[in-house]
């Protein structure tokens, strides 16, 4: 195994799209939400280790979950774990990274990806990475995976490549734009063109490059870490990290860095990725029924009920009947009941419990 | 009021059809179900509390419900709380406060009624039940409360009287027969023909009269009871009724009794009686929302969900969208989600629960 190769996991999520099932306290990254008997930031992690030596995994969470991650993986030495002190979205989280890596080893070629996606294909996904790293390892590159679209998605990004350099040869394109969330009519014409590919927010690149990168396009991020350079990875970095995070600019990598950078790549594939960003996607990851339930709970008894999501806490009996195209999820002190159809509407109603009700049941 | 006046509260019951609100520990009598801020006992005790002097109001209830009774009806003394050792129905239970109260007060005129039903007109139940002890106290006469029928309801017993007895004035009458639940068309032909009342399972008579029918039509339930004349109300009791209570045969007051017996009466009255046999019948008692939901719980918040019956535990957040005629019912350890009108498919799964699941759930 490369010994230059590290992996950043970006653990600071808080999952509110999954509530009741992911909450404050434990977000999706944290729970089996897939019922595959591993938490989705474990499947992650374990996704790596045959990619980088088990030290070149960090983990990048909120301070409140580093218990957590500590707990779920426990082969984490507390320093592969940094803990933000806000939530400051994706470029100072990488930017902390890749000056701590850095200083570890400076000639460190890194993977970035989030951890609550799921990825079916497994050793596809192994040698994509792989070529990733390769691509980068050497070169002032910044790779991005970009994944081949199989629906007009409207919940994701795009990235367009140029379009003469695409052939099944070369998976590796130039990127000519990012676009964010499109229109169903734009995401139709988006597939129709064959130049668009979803935005994964997976990242491959070497920690000078981006670090150039960042130097070069968010400054006010850039200075504020390189002010630590004596301190990453001795006992002074806590401090230092308290001191500098909430003064950085609250602003994401693709955003900050990637739609302005001009040698950025991605590389075109597919291994069965999700990010799980909506119930309809969650449903479509978990196991059917016969009739097609996806059931999350060790004594639910269904009769006459189709086509739903239904999570129900151990050891709680639940008998449901007559439902069809409905999300169920019960925990200790939340119940949701609503239509698998009409998230738009749950999400509201999520806001205002979180307006109105408060920390206790978010 | 009249010291010869006694109420017998029958309260043995385990209430399944409202599972999992009502539940083996704990059931329907028990519970505030109605949101009203008492449980059905306590109202059925307090609807009596000015026709009998308090130490006349007696409560037949399982063994295992004693504490529970004792602790709703605090002013209860440990006599006037009757065990019953197994469950045998309507008649012996009848028989032991029969003769427990002939023991106390020979002269006693007694009203004996479910502890589970409801009774919306409290005046009009007052004056009914005050009318029926003064037709009973000095004669050999039974007295069974009758509904005048308001629907051809098929979960109730029926009543047919004298037709020529019928009248204004006189609204007691003589039984010509029972029926037990009938099919719908006989229940429309029923109540086409004026002539049939519901059977409440209310009744009225004087400790003799009741006793004197149950020696003619259930001579062994009356020799075992008749057995104890020297130990009801002393400290031998109790382990007098643990002997002789399962030799009982398991049989209901109407037809080991009132159907037999020729001084049957019935007084025909309306005081909006339920005996909130099923869900349906609950949800018409419960008060409704602006769009036809019963909500019982502190924390419910609804969205574009109409005519449901909801029960969730106080302290329990619930959020539920796009619901139409459901029951919900969300217990510590059970949550229930079915259609209002698919009650029988409901009570097979509960069966299945009873068999499968055991006693922690039900």
């Given at each position: 195994m490369n010994k230059n190769n590290y992996c950043v996991i970006m653990?600071?999520?808080?999952?509110?799209?999954?509530?009741p099932m992911s909450?404050?306290?434990?977000?999706k990254q944290f729970i089996d939400i897939l019922g595959s008997g591993q938490t989705l930031i474990q499947q992650t992690y374990n996704r790596f280790t045959d990619i980088c030596p088990e030290e070149n995994i960090f983990v990048v969470t909120s301070d409140s979950y580093v218990e957590l991650v500590s707990k779920q993986?426990?082969?984490?030495?507390?320093?592969?774990i940094l803990a933000e002190?806000?939530?400051?979205?994706t470029a100072p989280c990488i930017a902390y990274a890749a000056f701590k890596i850095a200083s570890i080893n400076p000639d460190a070629n890194l993977i970035v990806a989030p951890s609550d996606h799921v990825i079916t294909q497994e050793r596809v996904f192994h040698d994509v990475i792989l070529k990733g790293l390769k691509f980068t390892a050497e070169q002032n590159r910044l790779l991005t995976i970009g994944i081949q679209p199989s629906r007009p998605d409207t919940g994701y990004g795009y990235i367009q490549f140029m379009?003469?350099?695409?052939s099944q040869a070369n998976p590796i394109l130039k990127v000519k734009t990012f676009t964010e969330k499109p229109n169903l009519e734009m995401a139709k014409s988006f597939l129709k063109s064959g130049d668009f590919l979803w935005n994964a927010g997976i990242f491959v690149w070497n920690a000078k490059s981006i670090l150039n990168a960042i130097k070069e396009f968010q400054p006010d991020i850039y200075s504020l870490f390189d002010e630590g350079q004596q301190k990453y990875?001795?006992?002074?970095e806590d401090a230092f990290i308290q001191r500098i995070y909430a003064l950085c600019?609250?602003?994401s990598i693709d955003y900050g860095v990637m739609e302005k950078a001009k040698n950025v790549y991605t590389l075109s594939t597919?291994?069965?990725?999700?990010?799980?960003?909506?119930w309809k996607s969650l449903y479509e990851h978990l196991p059917h029924d016969a009739h097609e339930n996806a059931i999350l709970g060790d004594q639910v008894m269904i009769e006459n009920t189709n086509n739903c999501i239904i999570h129900i806490s151990k050891d709680k009996l639940a008998l449901i009947q007559g439902m069809e195209n409905f999300i169920i999820v019960d925990t200790e002190n939340v119940l949701l009941i609503c239509r698998k159809d009409d998230e738009q509407q749950v999400r509201n109603m999520v806001n205002e419990v979180k307006i109105k009700k408060g920390e206790k049941y978010t």
């Amino acid at each position: 195994m490369n010994k230059n190769n590290y992996c950043v996991i970006m653990a600071g999520g808080i999952g509110s799209r999954f509530w009741p099932m992911s909450r404050n306290a434990k977000p999706k990254q944290f729970i089996d939400i897939l019922g595959s008997g591993q938490t989705l930031i474990q499947q992650t992690y374990n996704r790596f280790t045959d990619i980088c030596p088990e030290e070149n995994i960090f983990v990048v969470t909120s301070d409140s979950y580093v218990e957590l991650v500590s707990k779920q993986l426990p082969k984490l030495k507390p320093n592969q774990i940094l803990a933000e002190p806000q939530r400051r979205n994706t470029a100072p989280c990488i930017a902390y990274a890749a000056f701590k890596i850095a200083s570890i080893n400076p000639d460190a070629n890194l993977i970035v990806a989030p951890s609550d996606h799921v990825i079916t294909q497994e050793r596809v996904f192994h040698d994509v990475i792989l070529k990733g790293l390769k691509f980068t390892a050497e070169q002032n590159r910044l790779l991005t995976i970009g994944i081949q679209p199989s629906r007009p998605d409207t919940g994701y990004g795009y990235i367009q490549f140029m379009p003469e350099e695409n052939s099944q040869a070369n998976p590796i394109l130039k990127v000519k734009t990012f676009t964010e969330k499109p229109n169903l009519e734009m995401a139709k014409s988006f597939l129709k063109s064959g130049d668009f590919l979803w935005n994964a927010g997976i990242f491959v690149w070497n920690a000078k490059s981006i670090l150039n990168a960042i130097k070069e396009f968010q400054p006010d991020i850039y200075s504020l870490f390189d002010e630590g350079q004596q301190k990453y990875n001795t006992p002074e970095e806590d401090a230092f990290i308290q001191r500098i995070y909430a003064l950085c600019t609250n602003i994401s990598i693709d955003y900050g860095v990637m739609e302005k950078a001009k040698n950025v790549y991605t590389l075109s594939t597919d291994f069965g990725w999700s990010d799980l960003g909506t119930w309809k996607s969650l449903y479509e990851h978990l196991p059917h029924d016969a009739h097609e339930n996806a059931i999350l709970g060790d004594q639910v008894m269904i009769e006459n009920t189709n086509n739903c999501i239904i999570h129900i806490s151990k050891d709680k009996l639940a008998l449901i009947q007559g439902m069809e195209n409905f999300i169920i999820v019960d925990t200790e002190n939340v119940l949701l009941i609503c239509r698998k159809d009409d998230e738009q509407q749950v999400r509201n109603m999520v806001n205002e419990v979180k307006i109105k009700k408060g920390e206790k049941y978010t």
